[in-house]
């Protein structure tokens, strides 16, 4: 940041560091921090063939670190036709940039990367795929985030395909956005001293990009 001062009747350039909550925030800031989030979506798709439309609710919780690596547990929580029902917890570990197979409803796979302050986790589905984006910044309080999560469908194919979290196959031909939140908790553990090695990171183009051979738009 650059101001002027006068000295002596003399305008003088005068150079101020720029404040901490405008920085970039780096995996090291993040190492050990606890983030929560919740994303709720109206999702219309079939069922035996019967078309439903569904409001479930993913509880998405995340401890990142110790160094490149992290931890996710998430709950889906879904109002709809057969009322409220409340899904078993989905858990797994995963190092950043690497990807690897995902068993949750119906297989797939996943990957997750951090790069410019954004943590992102990406996984394909039998059909389709999910985007999410965690960006987070500095604020006077500290750390904040927000998320932004998307259904991308898979060139190609017509409809996504996937295990309800309830049981059974689903079709999914549509999915809105209804509401999110996103909170982070630093230092939930003490912060380790493993070396963070550059994740690697695909660089998609546009709203396009391709994952585990196939491609998908969101």
């Not at 901490?20 to 919740?38: N, R």
């Not at 990406?122 to 932004?148: E, I, M, P, W």
Request: hydrophobic content about 35%; glycine content about 14%; some cysteine.
């Amino acid at each position: 940041m650059r101001l002027v001062a006068v000295f002596a009747g003399v305008l003088l350039p005068v150079l101020l560091a720029a404040p901490a909550w405008g920085q970039a925030v780096t995996l090291a800031d993040l190492d050990g921090a606890f983030v929560e989030l919740k994303l709720k979506s109206q999702v219309e798709g079939r069922r035996n063939g019967k078309p439903f439309t569904s409001q479930p609710e993913a509880d998405w919780k995340i401890v990142l670190g110790p160094g490149n690596t992290g931890f996710s547990t998430s709950t889906t929580i879904t109002q709809g036709e057969q009322g409220t029902r409340v899904s078993d917890p989905r858990r797994g570990s995963f190092t950043l940039g690497r990807p690897g197979p995902i068993s949750s409803l119906g297989g797939g796979y996943y990957l997750w990367t951090f790069e410019n302050g954004t943590l992102t986790f990406l996984r394909t589905y039998k059909a389709g795929g999910q985007k999410t984006h965690v960006s987070f910044t500095r604020s006077d309080g500290g750390l904040a985030c927000t998320v932004q999560s998307s259904y991308a469908r898979e060139v190609g194919i017509e409809s996504g395909k996937q295990d309800s979290a309830y049981g059974g196959e689903i079709e999914i031909t549509g999915v809105k956005p209804l509401a999110s939140t996103c909170r982070v908790v630093p230092r939930w553990y003490p912060p380790s001293t493993v070396h963070v090695d550059e994740p690697y990171a695909p660089k998609p183009g546009g709203k396009c990009f391709v994952f585990d051979g196939r491609q998908f738009c969101e």
